[in-house]
């Protein structure tokens, strides 16, 4: 049976009809039928009084990293606020006019995707002014399985935060409960449930077609490699931005497809397919450079485990090219004042959440003695946010 998302779920009541509405959302915001949450809000007598746009803009069309302006929507004549730029929380002029601070994005379930800090940055800044935040939920479509360490309160940034695992297992309903609870924020929220939904599922399960919530994750499959893939952010490796699949090719000039593929190979890692691949980025880190590496499948989702391979094959080149493969202190290419939150912290910690298995990879550590070290706290974790769970 189809799920029923939390945009279709609002549209067959009357909730909010009576409400002054500033809605951030983007082009992942759709209902079933793949028809634009705008349009259909606007067409059911909802009144949308202002728009708000996270990272990539409300078109979901800018580039990664790129500051976005306001603008005024050419259809409505709606204002629309960028809330990825100089400012990133909605200011005491744009929540003006307000009565319901309306979310609904399609997320992805990973603690570095920066939707989910447009979210909690608009929550507390709505608490403060007494203006209620509805969040029309929509599915995780990683499942709600948590995997990976927690991240610590010194490397919070745009990128991570409030103490999330790093595929933190809930959907973006249960997340704002989970950030309005424990973070004492104190929203009056209100979350719109889905119907028909059941935590284990992934997103091609739910009756729904893909619609890509950011440029770079064009697929399901994009998707559960860049829950692992991430992480080549914070070295000075591609990982396929700039091509047509990213987070699936890994590489760099210095590397050598042949030695990397062979060594890659001594290791059991389930659910995981991969060839040589080269490739030339058209944008992004090592853009118009020809760059060498591999190119990785999900051959099974069930058992692939993304992050242990990707900690491998840093693991691999850290032995292998110790000379040339390096870290980055903040992420390439970005265009606004991002990098002033890193603070000469290391972009590879703030997406793992800890320095020290930064610090055992250089010492030769395994993802097999990596994956220990998180163990404890993703269990913990998981006990955690039982009380936040919806499905």
């Known amino acids: 049976m189809k799920v029923k998302l939390g945009i279709d779920c609002l549209l067959a009541g009357n909730q909010l009809k009576s409400k002054r509405i500033g809605l951030l959302t983007n082009s992942s915001g759709v209902n079933g039928d793949l028809r634009i949450n705008v349009d259909l809000l606007l067409s059911n007598r909802f009144n949308i009084v202002k728009l708000f746009g996270p990272e990539h803009g409300i078109s979901g069309a800018a580039a990664d990293g790129v500051s976005v302006d306001n603008a005024v929507d050419p259809k409505y004549g709606i204002p629309i606020y960028s809330l990825f730029g ?24 990973l603690r570095f995707y920066t939707y989910l800090y447009s979210l909690v940055y608009s929550m507390e800044e709505c608490a403060k002014r007494g203006i209620e935040v509805v969040v029309l939920d929509r599915p995780n479509p990683l499942s709600c ?19 999330l695992a790093l595929r933190y297992g809930m959907t973006v309903g249960e997340v704002a ?30 009756g729904h077609l893909w619609s890509t919530p950011s440029p770079n994750i064009p697929s399901l499959e994009h ?9 080549f952010e914070g070295t000075n490796l591609s990982m396929g931005r700039g091509t047509v699949h990213p987070f699936k090719y890994i590489g760099a000039p210095w590397i050598d497809s042949s030695s990397l593929y ?9 659910g995981v397919a991969f060839r040589e691949r080269s490739f030339i980025p058209g944008a992004f880190k090592l853009h118009d450079q020809s760059c060498n590496g591999l190119e ?5 989702r069930n058992t692939i485990k993304p992050l242990e391979l990707a900690l491998d094959i840093i693991a691999t080149l850290i032995r292998l090219w110790p000379e040339k493969f390096d870290w980055d202190v903040h992420y390439h290419g970005t265009s606004i004042p991002l990098n002033k939150m890193w603070d000469g912290r290391y972009h590879f910690d703030l997406i793992m959440g ?37 499905y």
């Open 86 to 109: 100089d400012v990133i929380r909605p200011t005491e002029e744009m929540l003006s006019g307000i009565d319901s601070f309306v979310y609904d994005i399609q997320d992805v379930g």
């Open 145 to 163: 399985k948590v995997v990976g360490p927690t991240i610590k309160k010194r490397l919070d940034s745009i990128v991570g935060g409030y103490g």
């Open 177 to 206: 409960k989970y950030f309005n609870k424990l973070f004492d924020i104190g929203a009056d929220l209100i979350v719109i449930p889905m119907e028909n939904y059941d935590k284990d599922m992934y997103y091609d399960e739910t």
């Open 223 to 231: 998707a559960i490699l860049y829950s692992g893939f991430c992480l």
């Open 262 to 270: 062979k060594e890659m190979k001594k290791h059991d890692h389930p």
């Open 296 to 300: 990785f499948y999900v051959a099974d």
């Open 354 to 390: 800890e320095e020290r298995y930064r610090e055992e990879l250089l010492k030769g550590a395994t993802s097999a003695e990596l994956s220990r070290l998180w163990e404890g706290e993703q269990r913990e974790f998981e006990s955690l946010i039982e009380e936040f769970r919806i």
